[in-house]
């Protein structure tokens, strides 16, 4: 991990993440420049209120956004969409426009630069995932208090999802924040909910199959807290937490980060192993994490180093060309390619 980087001690403390190098503050300095001069399009991604709205706003937003908003049309689903974000400001009425914000975040397209470009909301959302983290050692997450951070959360997939807002989250180092709740292993509904629902924004992060992406998560130590969520998770946050890992590894610079060392590389294979081992010992019938978990192997055989180790260690069941566990069409296909590449077939 290089040092521009937050360094993570091995039992990761909320309280020692953040540290600010000189390229972080050159970063933050830009960014607040363009803040004071923003480009037409990307001030609230081309949405505003309505012109009743704009005196409202106008004592909450900077002024050259109200410039914008009277060339703009009336929307009445903006209007809700930017009420609920002023509401987010008052204390009293934060919790039900968080709910109400993330209920829309399919549904309305530009909810992502609106969040992102509005003052305050994301140092909002930061302060509602610092106070969660209190609650996290020793556990005592309420269903409520979970709930609620998991709106935060599917709004942070959203800011992840969405071009416009992708890469100012990765610059602003955004994914960071959710080693705490990744590194927890309470199996109570409210911290698997919590779990799956982080996993979910690195999830939206790797799913638009941006290098960029990928770049930042290779500098952190985001694959082995997915690694340690494969090998010991409950059954949703294995497989968002394997599809995390297979989106990695078909991006090229993944593929050859992960086969660097051996360490990385069989890290990786044992949690692979080890799904394996489960699925066959307890006879689950999980086609979606196999399907993760055989593109993965298939695609570690692409590697040359690391086909030739993995002609050892792959799993007994799996070397045999015949299994019938295997139902999905297109994943007996990867199966016979990764036999192939492997030249055990
Ligand atoms: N910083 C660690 C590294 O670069 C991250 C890491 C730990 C890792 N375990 C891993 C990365 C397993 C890939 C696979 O090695």
């Not at 600010?20 to 970063?27: G, Q, V």
């Not at 908003?69 to 934060?94: A, C, H, N, P, W």
Request: charged share 20%.
């Amino acid at each position: 991990m290089s040092n521009q980087y937050v360094i993570v001690p091995q039992n990761y403390r909320s309280d020692s993440m953040v540290s600010i190098s000189p390229a972080d503050k050159r970063y933050f300095e830009q960014a607040q420049a363009k803040q004071k001069s923003p480009p037409q399009q990307m001030m609230f991604g081309g949405y505003s209120p309505s012109p009743s709205l704009q005196k409202t706003l106008s004592t909450q937003l900077s002024e050259q956004s109200i410039d914008e908003f009277g060339k703009m049309q009336k929307d009445s689903d903006t209007e809700l969409v930017v009420q609920y974000i002023l509401q987010l400001r008052d204390t009293e009425k934060r919790e039900q426009a968080l709910s109400e914000l993330s209920k829309k975040r399919e549904s309305f397209p530009h909810l992502a630069p609106l969040l992102w470009h509005s003052v305050g909301t994301i140092a909002i959302f930061l302060q509602e995932i610092a106070v969660v983290y209190q609650h996290l050692q020793p556990a005592q997450l309420t269903p409520a208090q979970s709930s609620r951070i998991c709106s935060v959360l599917g709004l942070l997939q959203c800011l992840a999802l969405h071009v416009q807002t992708r890469s100012c989250f990765l610059r602003a180092h955004i994914p960071l924040f959710l080693y705490p709740f990744l590194n927890t292993s309470n199996k109570s509904k409210a911290f698997e909910n919590l779990r799956v629902t982080s996993l979910g924004v690195i999830g939206a992060l790797v799913k638009g199959d941006d290098p960029e992406a990928i770049n930042f998560l290779m500098q952190t130590e985001i694959i082995p807290l997915c690694l340690r969520i494969m090998k010991k998770g409950q059954e949703l946050s294995r497989t968002v937490a394997t599809f995390i890992v297979q989106k990695i590894l078909l991006d090229d610079n993944g593929l050859n980060y992960i086969c660097q060392t051996p360490e990385r590389f069989f890290a990786v294979s044992q949690v692979l192993q080890t799904m394996i081992d489960d699925l066959h010992q307890s006879q689950k019938d999980d086609q979606r994490l196999l399907r993760h978990i055989i593109r993965c192997y298939l695609r570690l055989s692409e590697n040359q180093k690391a086909g030739e180790v993995l002609k050892k260690y792959l799993p007994q069941v799996l070397k045999d060309p015949t299994q019938s566990f295997i139902k999905d069409e297109v994943v007996k296909k990867w199966h016979n390619n990764l036999l192939q590449n492997l030249s055990i077939k």
